[in-house]
């Protein structure tokens, strides 16, 4: 079936190819540059709570943030919101509805700083221009706080500026600036009230000390420390209340809003840097704008009517695509599934700068301590186009997460994963195949990464997550381009706006040809570098063996294994160098299948063939190496030479033993899938009403240790999971047993029910969606605000069947 799914494709894209050889470049490019347009603009600081740069300008790009405290009190100035942190303690903040090619709506619910806030970000059409309106209220009005709202904005580099009409300072209710950047030629700024009260309750304290006024402050500010702009507030607004002090200003309480004013008591000299600080008596709402336009464009934003106008416009689009994708009726649950996608989506960031990579340090593999990587190098910069786990604990590129961010976003917008995908692919190494498993570029990435991580290594891998995603992208588009080549009238896919690839397979080919060297290289550096030392159980398996096919994770500690991406998870004790991965070799299986698809839509028939029989080999030597006939179960193996058969097996039923079946590598009629069924289902041990936990209740490191992947409920794991099911057994299992089939059934529609109302119970009680899920009450555990694969329960609620 798959075979012939793959030869019609490929005789498509053949045919598509030779017919358009003419228009095929001008294709390619014109979809290029409508997806330059459309993701050119966005809030890409993702470790902002609101931050806008473009993409693809490297050096100096323009760059925007936007931070506030509440300046009624002295210390409402430690309470500074910038960058996103766990212990600011917000009550909400993410989006409630976002697209990075579109705009969205942000809310944030800060009590500490009395603080309601919604930030919508629009773009025009044209994607060249874009606004940011920015509004507040208090959440109790009967505090006299006072909101002091600071926007930055910077362009740095040779032939950049950004400078005020009237000079150094403004204090208008409209401010404009002119900018010019070589990569964005003219472009103006304004920021403009539109409601509001600014603070007037106390006197100023002289005439740029005035928080009835807007101040702006223009300095300068080198390119690699705009990041720092909360600092350098704090720094100088210190400057300037000592300087209130010692010129014996009398201040009172009611003053002090005035005193938080920002004002250039340096004399610096005007800069590309600007601060523009607001500060609004919260005793009604307040709403300003910030708009972006290049004197370029066609489609000016105006005016703040024309915000407003965007502001429907895109709320109105946002709800229909979501709704033309995500089948979700009940309104709880839509507002749940809305939200965790524009996080995830909101997440997505751009990213430049160097790299810290130790490749001296030896790794002695006998000794399964630690290895400090003591000789970094910055190495770059490069750049990355990608969404992260968490704004606020890991906001950077995680290559084990990626893929899996991926498969949620891929229902929603197929051709953006695939500009993702590319970003990830262009930073294989040339000649070692390698990229790095964490993607932490420049300083400001770094400042949210503990120093013992920052340092990448070459020989660490993770699972290739960005290759299973590749994977079910080719799967789709071969199904796609077969129901229309089949001459079905009505295909059950209608392509939409985000479908481009989906409809010109020329594109997808052209992709195809531009990452292919890349990814044989990364295939042959992890399959090179993982490879398991197979020499002893040549000895003992001879039927059916491929030495070459076997795998186990470089980089294993007594404790942990951090590379398998299942850090704790228990495994072979001791630690052998010879002990061999259930997971590894299911990976790497996905490898080979993927660089087997990606080679067929390039007509390489050697190599499809090379692949094939590698993925072959795989399959078999999931059943020759890792089988335990007693244990009816795939495990990980070691040798153990006091023991007769030499190969003892390492059972831990859970995650690891379920990854065959999870990865779809056991074949549709195997009669093992039985025993995937039962073990799924068994309530003693995997299933629970929150979802499959990670490790067996009856294993002997259940909720031992620091319990990270030895029992709570993980959300990525729980899609592959359902995601197979659907897969081997979706109208029945055509060569099961009934009775399999019928569990397979039940358990299906019981997990995927238990995963949704645990989640959704836990939103509505906190608002956040977490890192895991405690296998004991389903609360939310591990890292707040995790829409990064947790929000694949989006799929699970809105695409996968309620039944199979
Ligand atoms: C899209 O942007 C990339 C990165 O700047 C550039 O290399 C490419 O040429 C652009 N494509 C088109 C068609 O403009
Ligand atoms: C915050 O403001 C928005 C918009 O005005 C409103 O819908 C929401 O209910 C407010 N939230 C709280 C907690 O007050
Ligand atoms: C789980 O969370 C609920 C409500 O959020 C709380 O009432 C309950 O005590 C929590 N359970 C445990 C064991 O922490």
Redesign the pocket.
Do not use: R
């Given at each position: 079936m798959l075979l012939r799914l793959l030869v019609v494709f490929a005789l498509t894209l053949f045919e598509a190819h030779a017919e358009t050889q003419g228009l095929f470049s001008d294709d390619v490019e014109e979809f290029e540059r409508s997806t330059n347009q459309s993701l050119l603009w966005a809030p890409y600081r993702s470790n902002c709570y609101f931050g806008v740069r473009p993409r693809f300008i490297n050096e100096n790009p323009l760059m925007m943030g936007l931070m506030w405290f509440d300046a009624s009190h002295a210390q409402g100035i430690s309470s500074l919101r910038h960058f996103v942190e766990q212990n600011d303690r917000l009550?909400?903040y993410g989006y409630e509805l976002y697209d990075p090619r579109i705009g969205g709506k942000e809310?944030i619910?800060d009590r500490e700083n009395n603080l309601?806030?919604?930030i919508h970000f629009v773009k025009s059409k044209d994607g060249e221009n874009w606004a940011v309106r920015v509004?507040g209220?208090p959440?109790d009005s009967s505090k006299l706080s006072a909101s002091s709202l600071v926007v930055y904005l910077s362009q740095n580099g040779p032939g950049g500026r950004l400078e005020s009409e009237h000079g150094k300072t403004s204090t208008e209710k409209r401010i404009e600036l002119k900018g010019s950047a070589p990569e964005l030629g003219d472009y103006e700024i304004t920021i403009e009230d539109i409601s509001g009260q600014h603070y007037k309750r106390g006197p100023a304290l002289g005439p740029d000390i005035d928080g009835s006024k807007t101040s702006h402050m223009s300095l300068t500010v080198p390119g690699d420390q705009v990041w720092k702009a909360r600092d350098i507030f704090q720094s100088l607004l210190t400057d300037s209340i000592q300087n209130i002090i010692t010129s014996g200003i009398p201040m009172d309480a009611l003053s002090i809003p005035s005193a938080l004013m920002i004002r250039n008591i340096h004399n610096f000299p005007p800069g590309n840097f600007h601060f523009v600080q607001k500060t609004f008596d919260l005793a009604e709402?307040f709403e300003f704008d910030i708009i972006f336009n290049n004197k370029a464009s066609r489609q000016p934003i105006g005016s703040s009517a024309e915000v407003s106008n965007l502001i429907s416009w895109s709320t109105n689009e946002l709800k229909a695509r979501f709704d033309s994708k995500f089948d979700i009726k009940d309104s709880s649950l839509k507002q749940f599934a809305q939200e965790t996608l524009a996080n995830l989506l909101g997440g997505i960031g751009y990213f430049h700068g160097t790299q810290l990579v130790d490749r001296s340090t030896e790794f002695d593999e006998e000794q399964f301590n630690k290895i400090e990587l003591r000789a970094p190098r910055e190495e770059g910069p490069i750049q990355l186009f990608s969404s992260v786990p968490s704004r606020a604990f890991f906001p950077r590129g995680f290559y084990w997460d990626e893929g899996f961010h991926m498969l949620q976003v891929m229902e929603y917008d197929f051709d953006l994963v695939l500009e993702i995908l590319q970003s990830w692919f262009l930073l294989i190494e040339d000649d070692s195949g390698w990229v790095g498993r964490e993607l932490i570029l420049g300083s400001e990435a770094r400042s949210k990464v503990p120093e013992e991580f920052q340092v990448q290594n070459p020989n660490i891998a993770n699972p290739p997550t960005l290759l299973l995603c590749f994977s079910e992208m080719l799967t789709r588009a071969q199904e796609f381009q077969d129901s229309i080549a089949g001459g079905a009238e009505e295909s059950s896919i209608t392509p939409s706006s985000t479908e481009e690839l989906l409809k010109r397979p020329e594109l997808l080919m052209s992709f195809a040809e531009k990452v292919y060297p890349k990814l044989l290289k990364h295939y042959e550096w992890w399959t090179g570098s993982q490879r398991g030392f197979t020499e002893e159980y040549s000895e003992v398996l001879q039927d059916g063996f491929h030495p070459n096919e076997a795998f186990r994770w470089v980089g294993r500690t007594f404790t942990h294994c951090l590379p398998s991406g299942l850090d704790d998870y228990p495994r072979a004790q001791p630690p052998d160098v010879a002990e061999l991965h259930l997971d590894a070799l299911s990976w790497a299986g996905i490898m080979s299948r993927s660089m087997k698809q990606i080679a067929d839509v390039l007509n390489m028939a050697d190599e499809v063939d090379k692949f094939s029989k590698i993925e072959q080999n795989i399959i078999e030597n999931l059943d020759t190496i890792h089988w335990n006939a007693d244990q009816k179960c795939y495990c990980d193996v070691t040798i153990d030479d006091d023991f007769d058969e030499l190969r003892r097996f390492v059972c831990h039923e859970g995650y690891v033993t379920l990854l065959p079946f999870a990865l779809k590598l056991v074949p549709r009629d195997s009669d093992k899938l039985q025993h995937y069924v039962e073990l799924m289902g068994d309530t003693d041990k995997l299933f629970s009403d929150f979802g499959v936990l990670s490790l067996s209740k009856q294993d002997e490191y259940f909720e031992t240790g620091e319990a990270y992947w030895r029992g709570p409920v993980w959300i990525n794991m729980n899609y592959l999971l359902l995601d197979s099911l659907l897969y081997y057994f979706q109208g029945g299992g055509e060569n099961q047993d009934t009775a399999t089939a019928e569990r397979a059934r039940a358990v299906y529609s019981d997990l995927r029910k238990n995963l949704i109302a645990n989640m959704h119970r836990v939103w509505s009680e906190k608002g956040y969606v977490y890192e895991n899920y405690n296998q004991r009450t389903g609360n939310g555990s591990g890292v707040q605000h995790f829409t990064g694969w947790s929000a694949l329960i989006v799929n699970i609620m809105g695409r996968l069947p309620v039944t199979l």
């Open positions: 009550e909400k809310a619910i309601n806030l919604t509004s209220s959440l709402p």
